[in-house]
């Protein structure tokens, strides 16, 4: 669900009275042979092998601190020194990878730390967090897993550049104010020429968001994709993620064939990774501007990721505002980013 | 003679002969380098050149192909919004096709469907009493909403649209109407579509989304116009079903109203017909008394214990004694009915030997058959072994029946008594079927009615009283059972009963009653 009513935590907690609860509000929910806008999803697992610590925390701008202190708190509540897994909801509005930085200080550099930035109805505004019996606005909340199972997570988003390279000129954060030392929205209108004009006016509705720009990480030979969510008078592109001054950046194009792959291989990936053991669960973050791209072939990478792991394994997805981990899978690199317009799989072998 | 010396040439000749070679040499080679060297400057800022044309080229070409791909998009996006459209119209046409009345109509109009088809504001209205009411709003509040549904009466331009009885869109209407819808509807897209009954325009339905929103398309319009058809259509339905459904309301009602009145009615009859039996039973009793005084002094007389009477004196005395016997006969049927109707005829139920009772039946009957050499066969299957009855009341229906059929079947007939298996529940049929003359259609209703003799020629001749079939019907019914007739002139009659075999058959068959009457 994308909003939330007052008596919806107090009445699960009542019902299922669960030790630990951590979730957040979705633009909508992905099944196996269903998108659905409304509504709410959860997967209850109940084992005495797997345990979990939780933790909560409200957004601040000293974000490796912020991390750490998320980690630790969810560090305490585990009970025991065997871990897996760190899951991680923020609101929106924590752009900054900064924080995860902060998380391996607690958890190890290699440790497996995915998530998901909450999302509202494709409006960017308000999203909420759920933990234990409350919902919050303006924070994050951990769950780290515990136990001796076999962890998988895996990102993947299928763009390619397009287009000769440009450079961010000027950026503040998550703001880029120019592009070769043109307004940043230009390189909306050099691509899209008409289709870009109104985008100045609320870009979240337009084509330009099928476009997004890629950051050439060059220690991953990869591209970090940043979603527009908003333009400014001055032409500055308001990203979902910070961008770096100096970077190169490309126009960055998919097809639905192209997310339906990046999908299969983000699988494969997961089924690498457990080296043949059958998944438990199947946790699916897709962005929910990827959407936007997909349209009514959401499902399809749903069904895709289930026919590789196993249409018997449970596995719910939701759609993200920001999806958090490696970029590929943990084997293949140490960072973690705060991605935009990727699907994120994780798994519990 | 020392040979004149030679002229050694100056050492600073050759220093500077040298040093002018090397000088030489130095200028040669850079003259040489610097020409080389211009000219791989010259070649790399051509394959720079050469490159950053082919970079700008590819980044044309990447231009076009994103237009390219944006048209693929967006023609994708139609197709994709048009297939989600009609998924959600045709669910949303199913529900409403269904609904029974104008409420569950437009309560199954979700605002869910309109969140699929990408709008964020809903103002569905239809026209009661000649006045629009609001059924269905979403986006706008109350303030809002109160003054479209005035605009919907007073506007000139919504009024014009409602004339013209197609869609109005963003797409397709007036800068003037736009900018008018704009203003009523604060929305910059949106489509605006009359509902259109057969009695004209019941309402209409405006979609739209707020500025900065996505933007119109043509399947948006054509959408949301077969959806005001459709639901034009389902509200027309709705209307009917709704008046159709009150109409039979009406007429359950007033079948109820009937059926209470037939009720009270029964009761009156019944009590009408409790005095008619009284009053028979005792009219019965106080003709008996003198009947048999009149039957006892005839006989008297007829024995000329009084005195010697001449022959044709006898003769009249015995046609009073005859006539008074007929006339005992009558009295007696006429009580026992009247007993039996009143209830205070005891019944002494048992359970009894079917083919004991039916050989009874035969053996007092014989003179009779043999008189008239009829063949009487007994069907009793051996599944039927016993009957729950008072005897001598049930004897009185086989021998009643079997009378009729000795009565009408002419010399060398047959006669059946057939008991069936069980069709009711617990209870044996039987069928008194004879080869006689058979009774008239028109006759078969009347059979069961009191002093109801069919006419012909044998009863003509023949003296009866007419309430030997009551009586037996009578008898039945007090079992619990039922009794017909099915018959063809001149190929014969056949009498069915039904009689309990079990005395829980008996208990467990319900009698129609007063109050099974009111309930049903």
Known sequence: ?349 | MTPPPVDPISPIVIILFVVVFVFVCIIIFLWLFMTSKDETIEQLKTKHDQLMRSFNELDEQAKLIVRTDLELNKAQAELDKRLNGLNALQRVSRQINQAMNEEELFQKISPTLFEELGFSRVLLATLYNSAFKTRLNVGFNETKNTEIIKAFASDETIKDILKERRAFSSLNSSRKVKERLLQIFESEYYVLVPIVGQSGVIGAIFVGNRLNAAPLTQADEELIAILASQIGQSLENALLFEKVFRASQELEIKVKDRTRQLASALTKVEEISKKKTEFISAVSHELRTPLTSIKGYAALLIAGKIGEVPDAVKERLSKINTHSDNLVSLINNLLDIARIESGRQEMKFASHDIKHVVENIKDLLTPQLSAKEIKLNLVIPEAITHIYIDTSQAERVFINLLSNAIKFTPKGGTITIEAAPQLEEGYATFNVTDTGIGIPEDDLKKLFSEFFRVDNEINQNVKGTGLGLVLAKNIVQAHRGRIWVKSQVNVGTSFYFTLPTTVEAFDAHKEITKESLQNA
């Open chain 1, 1 to 349: 669900m994308h909003y939330v009513q007052p008596e919806v935590m107090p009445t699960i907690q009542a019902a299922l009275k669960p030790k630990r609860l951590v979730g957040c509000s979705t633009a909508g929910i992905l099944l196996e042979h269903e998108v659905m806008p409304r509504g709410l999803i959860m997967m209850a697992i109940n084992s005495e092998d797997i345990p979990f610590g939780v933790g909560m925390l409200n957004l601040t701008t000293d974000y490796r601190n912020f991390g750490f202190e998320l980690a630790r708190r969810a560090n305490l509540d585990l009970d025991r020194p065997q871990r897996q897994a760190a899951l991680v909801f923020t609101d929106h509005t924590m752009r900054n990878g900064a924080f995860l930085k902060g998380m391996q200080e607690v958890l190890g550099v290699g440790f497996p730390i995915f998530g998901a930035g909450a999302s509202d109805a494709f409006t960017y505004k308000k999203t909420y967090q759920f933990f234990q019996a409350e919902s919050f606005s303006n924070a994050a909340v951990g769950l780290l897993i515990g136990g001796n199972s076999a962890a998988a997570v895996s990102t993947r988003h299928g763009f390619k550049p397009l287009g000769k390279p440009r450079t961010i000129t000027k950026s503040n954060d998550h703001v880029i104010r120019t592009i070769d030392k043109e307004p940043a929205s230009q390189i909306f209108v050099n691509y899209m020429g008409k289709d870009a004009q109104d985008i100045d006016k609320g870009i979240l509705n337009t084509p330009a968001m099928l476009y997004p720009l890629g950051i050439y990480e060059e220690a991953e030979h990869q591209y970090l994709l940043r979603n527009p969510i908003d333009i400014l008078a001055d032409g500055s592109i308001v990203c979902q993620g910070n961008v770096p001054e100096g970077s190169e950046v490309h126009f960055m194009i998919a097809t639905k064939d192209a997310c339906r792959r990046a999908a299969i291989d983000a699988a494969n990936e997961i089924k690498d990774i457990l080296g043949g053991r059958t998944p438990k669960l199947i946790l699916v973050f897709e962005s929910m501007a990827r959407h936007k791209l997909v349209g009514r072939l959401a499902t399809s990478e749903m069904l895709a990721i289930k026919e590789v792991l196993g249409h018997q394994v449970p596995a719910i997805g939701i759609y993200s505002s920001t999806e958090l981990g490696p970029m590929g899978s943990i084997k293949n690199s140490k960072h973690l980013y705060v991605h935009n317009e990727n699907l994120l799989i994780f798994a519990l072998g």
